[in-house]
């Protein structure tokens, strides 16, 4: 028996990886590289049990309960990601078209670059500004 046939067969029936269960291997990280320049010992604990319990997640056989506090943490945290998701398609983009905020409802527009001084109206307010792209 391989090691890969092996690994498939200790993983069967388990949580597996998780976006909560990543956010803890993250953590661990970054507690881990302030460990480094520090050498505090209380970080490092932090580290050890952020890194445990990544692992306890992923191997653990409570599918329901894990899945449950999967989505918790996702709901909590749509917000601060539709605005990273939003940011680096804003930075993307950032090239082709300029960004605009509405001065009435502060609506973010985006037009076209290079296209010199026109006229925007706000999709959402039907507010008319004029600034240069």
Do not use: H
């Amino acid at each position: 028996m391989t090691f890969r046939e092996r690994l498939s067969r200790l993983l069967i029936g388990r949580n597996g990886v998780d976006n909560l269960s990543k956010f803890f291997l993250g953590l661990s990280m970054a507690f881990l590289v302030v460990t480094l320049f520090t050498n505090n010992g209380i970080v490092y604990l932090v580290a050890m049990f952020c890194l445990g319990y990544s692992y306890f997640r992923i191997m653990s056989r409570n599918i329901s309960k894990r899945y449950y506090e999967n989505q918790q943490y996702m709901r909590a945290t749509a917000g601060i990601r539709s605005k990273i998701k939003s940011m680096i398609a804003r930075f993307n983009q950032r090239k082709v078209y300029k960004y605009f905020t509405c001065p009435e409802c502060k609506q973010k527009v985006r037009v076209p670059r290079g296209r010199g001084k026109i006229a925007i109206t706000c999709p959402k307010c039907r507010t008319e500004f004029i600034k240069r792209s």
